[in-house]
């Protein structure tokens, strides 16, 4: 597993270009997997019906993922609208994006170089105005511990920057968090050496 944060979008933004009269209207979406993907797509779709084109493209994982993605040029010529756009979102270095460019036609061919040109310019306008955020890769560790290492836990937790997710209270008290995946040895350690080796932390 590649443990490096990587981008996000923050938000959902859309930013209109002109070409030749023709109007392109880039959509992008923060989306996680290719369900969401063609989700977002399908919203886009609906909301212009009249389009002359919905191309799309996304990247549904890590930025430098090359398995989860996908591009259309949705009736453009090969090549001249989907991959150019795919491009554009593989060198920006954000993950787990997803655009689409609605094309409202001006009257003028603009030929495969234009086009290509028009959709790539299109996604790098969206994207030279978006805001971004830094998505820390997490696992999930799952332990008991008896109630007098509860404040033990708790400092911890503020410690890695570590999210409490669930804390069942029976005998013992059965936690559930989200941390960092390289910090949580640290951590398993950590509350191992001064719960005096009574709390153990497996990390698959």
Not at 127 to 149: G, H, P, R, S
Not at 150 to 175: H, P, T
Request: charged share 20%.
């Amino acid at each position: 597993m590649n443990q490096t944060p990587y981008q996000v979008l923050s938000a959902p933004l859309m930013v209109q270009t002109e070409v030749k009269r023709s109007k392109f209207l880039a959509y992008i979406s923060p989306t996680q997997g290719v369900k969401q993907a063609k989700a977002f797509i399908n919203q886009i779709r609906a909301l212009h019906p009249d389009a002359s084109h919905n191309c799309w493209a996304y990247v549904a994982n890590r930025p430098e993922n090359t398995v989860e993605i996908g591009y259309s040029d949705d009736g453009e010529p090969s090549g001249c609208a989907g991959r150019p756009m795919l491009n554009v979102l593989q060198g920006s270095g954000i993950g787990e994006i997803t655009v689409v460019v609605a094309r409202y036609f001006g009257g003028t061919k603009l030929g495969t170089g234009g086009m290509a040109r028009a959709y790539g310019g299109a996604v790098s306008a969206v994207l030279a105005e978006a805001q971004t955020a830094i998505k820390v890769v997490t696992m999930e560790l799952n332990f008991c511990c008896d109630y007098q290492w509860s404040n033990l836990i708790e400092q911890l937790l503020l410690k890695f920057d570590a999210q409490l997710i669930e804390a069942n209270y029976g005998i013992d008290i059965n936690y559930r968090i989200a941390i960092d995946v390289r910090t949580a040895a640290d951590f398993s350690a950590q509350a191992h050496q001064r719960a005096n080796g009574q709390i153990e932390i497996k990390i698959k």
